[in-house]
């Protein structure tokens, strides 16, 4: 038998050299994005203006299952990879469950998440076309971070759109940006046309990932020598992460072990689409069947509640539509403190399997989640980013079951990063001001009304 350590660290030598590209294995794809100006399917060169030719070409590349990591990316991953898979052994006995509850920590770098992951890879195709800057939008923060940081690494100037409530609940977030040489920005802004618009419409907004993408799209276009970079929803952000998936794979087959539940936590799906990957590849060859399971808040229930139509990725309605499943690029969501699953919309890859059902979702609510987080901490003394404690909420209710039932469950989530940046929603949960607002019906109707008309192919 092989003894199970707290953490296993792989060797530098066996991070993956190659990511897996889910699309070359499922039966049907997702549905094509299409190009709003001609309601025709997006070619590459369609994408041009806005992504860099690598990642255009990465996002409409169906076939291609293995993709190389150039060795530029290999180099800068090493300085933080390959991430532990770290055995709860102290939250399993803390819940008294027979099931065994393993994690993939990807919060040891100082983004403090799993978006590094794929800013080193934008960031470099960026800089190897000649770039001359990039823009982005950033919610939690952690991506604008993580974005700061691989821009920096490359030298390349970035323009990061952050969301005006985290802006504000985040301040230090902004500072971290800014050791990387970032320009922060609260969107709306007035510095772009779009922001102005938003701003005149609701002058008291505090803002949605929507909006500051729209305003990061604008700018990039209309600088010379400037792309646009987004940290999750699309196809080419799940192939980068998918090093998440491989490297826990890899891990679990040293312990001989494999996951029958794999949890994730669900803002646009990339951490998520990345930690299933390998194993999503087992359930569609057919070489095993874990259950799958999305989870995602109760104030911005995309999976759970949404439609499954095309839609704006942004709030301006200037992006390619995706179809995914979608609250509508005009819903706004409460000022839920998990500033990364505060997006209308979720990865085209992942709503296309959800709807073939591969994959479950659940959604759960704030306080509900800060009680796990707070009981993760104590018992794995590493204190959670609220967004990954929706997937710590999730496998304890696994973990739960599984001790009713008598039955032992191996379970896998992915700890996305730490929330040391949240303290002031740790403080409203310690303090027994959080609110556990969910939509009504209603209010997703309002959404729903923004959806565009696109007669289907
Ligand atoms: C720590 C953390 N986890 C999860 C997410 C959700 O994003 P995604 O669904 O793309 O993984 C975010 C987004 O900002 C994040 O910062």
Not at 23 to 40: F, G, V
Not at 47 to 66: G, I, S, W
Not at 73 to 92: C, H
Not at 194 to 213: Q, Y
Request: proline letters at 6%; glycine letters at 8%.
């Amino acid at each position: 038998m092989v003894k199970i350590p707290h953490r296993l660290y792989l060797n530098e030598d066996e991070m993956p050299k190659q990511w897996y590209n889910m699309r070359a294995d499922m039966k049907e794809l997702p549905a094509p994005m299409m190009n709003p100006a001609t309601m025709q399917p997006a070619t590459e060169e369609d994408l041009y203006p806005v992504f860099c030719k690598k990642l255009a070409h990465q996002e409409l590349d169906n076939e291609t299952r293995y993709v190389d990591i150039p060795d530029e990316v290999l180099e800068m991953y090493k300085i933080y990879r390959p991430s532990p898979l770290i055995r709860a052994f102290n939250l399993e006995k803390a819940l008294d469950t027979p099931a065994k509850i393993y994690y993939k920590f990807e919060g040891n770098n100082t983004s403090g998440s799993h978006k590094l992951n794929s800013a080193i890879a934008q960031a470099y195709y960026a800089k190897d076309q000649g770039l001359k800057g990039l823009t982005t939008e950033t919610g939690a923060g952690q991506w604008g971070t993580a974005l700061a940081e691989a821009c920096s690494y490359f030298g390349l100037p970035l323009t990061v759109f952050m969301v005006k409530v985290s802006y504000q609940q985040k301040p230090f977030r902004k500072a971290v940006m800014q050791t990387f040489d970032a320009d922060v920005i609260a969107s709306p802004s007035n510095t772009t046309e779009i922001g102005r618009k938003i701003l005149a419409e609701n002058p008291n907004t505090s803002g949605s990932l929507g909006c500051a993408i729209s305003e990061a799209v604008e700018k990039a276009v209309s600088t010379e020598g400037y792309r646009y970079v987004l940290g999750s929803v699309l196809n080419q952000v799940l192939l980068h992460q998918s090093i998440i998936g491989l490297e826990s794979k890899l891990a679990m087959e040293k312990l001989d072990e494999y996951p029958d539940v794999v949890i994730g936590c669900a803002g646009g799906g990339s951490n998520l689409g990345g930690l299933i990957a390998p194993f999503m590849q087992d359930k569609l060859t057919g070489k095993a069947d874990p259950r799958i399971v999305a989870v995602e808040p109760a104030s911005c229930p995309s999976f759970t509640r949404g439609k499954y139509a095309y839609d704006f990725c942004d709030t301006g309605k200037i992006t390619p539509m995706a179809k995914m499943y979608t609250l509508g690029s005009g819903f706004i969501p409460s000022a839920n403190h998990a500033g990364g699953l505060r997006y209308h919309g979720m990865s085209p890859i992942l709503s296309k399997l959800y709807h073939d059902k591969y994959m479950e979702a659940v959604s759960v609510e704030q306080s509900k989640v800060f009680e796990a987080a707070v009981l993760f901490a104590k018992k794995e003394t590493i204190l959670p980013a609220p967004e990954s404690a929706h997937a710590i909420r999730a496998a304890i209710d696994e973990a739960l079951r599984c001790k009713e039932a008598g039955e032992q469950k191996t379970i896998l989530f992915g700890l996305t990063g730490t929330g040391y940046f949240d303290m002031t929603a740790y403080e409203s949960y310690h303090d027994g001001k959080m609110n556990d607002y969910i939509p009504t019906d209603e209010e997703l109707q309002k959404g729903f009304d923004s959806l565009p008309e696109v007669p289907e192919k």
